[in-house]
C-alpha cells in the first residue's frame, strides 16, 4: 500500500511539471508571437521594414511647385504653334483703346478693322442723324417751295374749255392790281355741277367756299342761278361800297336773282358780263355771269377785279 502511495505521489508530481513546462511554453510562444506584431506595425509607421519582411519605400514628399509650374509652361509652349502663342500673347496686352474716345481710336485702327468698328459704333447713330436731316430738309424744302395762300381765287364752273381764256384773264388782273406775286391770284376752270352724277363738283365748291378758298365764280345763267340758291353767292352789297353799287346799278350792270336788271342795289346778286369790255376782249362766253362768293377773308382783291373788268 505505501508502495502504491509513494507511486501515485510520483505521477503527480511528473503531471505537476509536465503541466507548468506546457504552460510557459505556451506562454513564451504568445509572447514571442505578439512582440511581431508589435515590432511589425511600429515599423510600418516608421518607414522601416522588419527583420524578415519585404521592405516597402513610400515617397509622400509634395513636388516643388515652381517645378510643375515650369514643366507645364514647357509642356503647353511645345503643343501651341506660333501663331496661338502669338494670339495669347495678344490678349494678354493692355487695351490701348480703353481710355480713348471712340472716334480717335476709329482713326488709329488700320484699314481692314475700320469697317466693323464703325458698323458696331457709328452706324446706328449715322443713320438716325440721317434721318433727322432728311425730315429737316424735307420740312425745309417743303415750307420754301410751299406756294402762299392766295388772297383772291376765283372758279370758272362749267367753263373747262374757257380754261387758256381764263388763264389769260388772271394774268392781266395780276398787272391791274399790281400783285407782287402771281401765286397770291388763283383762277380755276375745272370744277364742274350738274352735268352728271360721276361729274358733280357741288360738294367740293361748297367746302371751298365755306373755307373761303373761293371768292368768286364766273359761269353761265343757269348754273349761277342753281349756285345762288344754295347759298353760296354774296349779294354785290355785302362787298361794294355804296357809291358803286349806285353807279354799277346805273349802268344796267347788275343782275337780280331772276336773270333781270335789278332795280336796286338790294336786288343785286351777279354782274352781267356781256357789259365787260375786258370779258368780251378775252373772247369769253358772253351770257356769263360774275358773283362774288366768301370775301370775308377781304374785299378789296374782289372790289380791284371789279374795277377791272371795264363795265361799260
Known sequence: MAGNSERDESDKDSATKSNTASGMASNNGSSHGSGTVSNSENETRTGHSAPGHASVSVDQSAPDSSTVGTDQTATDNTQLSA??????????????????????????LPVGQKGSFFVQNF???TVVVVVVLAIVISLVVTYLTKPPTPVFTLEAVNMRENSQQISALKDGFVKYDNVKDARL???????????????????????????????????????????????????????????ELKRYLDMGVLIDAQGKPATSAKEAVYFDLSRSQTWKAKGLPGDALFGFANVKSGKDHPRAFVRYLDFK
Open 123 to 125: 452706324l446706328l447713330g
Open 185 to 243: 391770284v388763283s383762277f380755276g376752270s375745272n370744277l364742274n355741277i350738274g352735268k352728271s352724277s360721276y361729274t358733280d363738283d357741288s360738294p367740293k365748291i361748297m367746302t371751298q367756299i365755306a373755307a373761303g378758298q373761293i371768292n368768286a365764280m364766273i359761269s353761265e345763267r343757269k348754273t349761277l342761278a342753281t349756285l345762288n340758291k344754295r347759298g353760296l353767292v354774296n349779294r354785290p352789297s355785302q362787298v361794294l361800297t355804296a357809291l
Open 83 to 108: 501663331d496661338q502663342r502669338a494670339a495669347i500673347s495678344g490678349l494678354a496686352k493692355d487695351d490701348v483703346y480703353v481710355r480713348q474716345s471712340k472716334w480717335t481710336t476709329f482713326r488709329e
